[in-house]
């Protein structure tokens, strides 16, 4: 069966296929289809459904070329998954065309919002001091978040980042641990330092940690302190109590950001203590200088094989 959609380049073929054939061999996976580009013609087993929503994803993808916008395996999921769900080609090529950049990792590669949800997000990163990330794992909240705050330390808008997380898993106080605080704190805190290696570099993420400019503290030991010129990052919120999040929040300063992210979904306190972060969405939502972005399945990108394994053990559950 042959698609509607007809590619007249050769060199934008090359683009939408990928290197080495990945985003043609993501729609395979994706839809557990076969699917081959003849000359300019593309050839698909795929059913009727199917085949309505592969014509929409190479009419986007063709236009995305056609403006020089660059994407990727992950951008073509995340393509397939909004058109699936009624969106608009139009919207998706907007959101690429006038995405901002973020940041450029220490890799040169640039960092750009990659969902409505995560323009979303930045935008009011940009424009507010407090900002809530809600949603489940996989969404790019935390990322996002690193990413925004290494380009106001490369900017010199803020002196330094501050990273923080409850850690229910060993105990508030930590006191058990071998080592310092870094030293205790460092294995829960894996997914930020692979961020910050990123975008900055290991050698360099090291020496400002050194310097104070980076600082890791578990949210125990942000009591007392007032944070000014810092932009700060609590993680895994739905793990705070209601009065370790009141106390967090109460730390803001001037001239400072702080970013809340979390899945109240995922909670994992004892003795069915309530969640600070579920707390807090109640008590704030209507607050004008607050900001929530609510992320949602479509923002989770994952690998096609990965996405079939889930729907397998959901089914047998």
């Given at each position: ?33 076969k699917i081959s580009i003849n000359e300019n013609e593309i050839i698909t087993d795929a059913n009727k459904t199917t085949k309505t929503i592969l014509e929409n994803v190479f009419k986007t993808a063709i236009k995305l070329v056609e403006n020089n916008v660059v994407f990727n395996e992950r951008d ?168 370790q999040m009141k106390m967090f929040l109460t730390r803001l300063g001037f001239n400072s950001k702080m970013l809340i992210t979390g899945d109240p979904t995922q909670i994992d306190l004892r003795n069915n203590q309530v969640s600070g972060l579920k707390e807090v969405i109640r008590i704030l939502k ?32």
């Open positions: 069966m042959k698609l509607n959609v007809k590619i007249d380049h050769h060199d934008v073929i090359a683009k939408i296929v990928g290197p080495q054939d990945r985003n043609l061999n993501v729609l395979k996976q994706y839809f557990g289809i073509l999921i995340y393509i397939i998954k909004v058109l699936e769900d009624k969106g608009s080609a139009n919207d998706i090529i907007s959101l690429y065309e006038n995405r901002k950049l973020v940041v450029v990792g220490n890799n040169g590669k640039p960092v750009f919002p990659k969902t409505f949800n995560q323009k979303d997000y930045l935008d009011k990163m940009e424009k507010h001091d407090l900002v809530f990330g809600v949603g489940p794992a996989g969404t790019g909240k935390t990322y996002l978040a690193v990413a925004y705050g290494v380009s106001l330390l490369k900017a010199n808008k803020i002196r330094k980042i501050i990273l923080t997380r409850p850690v229910v898993e060993a105990g508030e106080s930590l006191g058990f641990l071998p080592g310092d605080i870094k030293e205790k704190i460092d294995p829960y805190l894996i997914p930020l330092y692979d961020a910050l290696y990123e975008f900055l570099g290991k050698e360099t993420v090291d020496n400002l940690i050194l310097k104070g400019v980076i600082e890791i503290a578990p949210l125990a030991y942000m009591r007392g302190r007032t944070l000014d010129n810092a932009f700060v990052i609590l993680d895994e919120a739905q793990n705070t109590t209601s009065v209507n607050m004008d200088d607050v900001k929530f972005t609510y992320f949602e399945k479509v923002d989770v990108i994952r690998n096609p094989l990965v996405q079939k394994i889930l729907e397998r053990y959901e089914n047998e559950s």
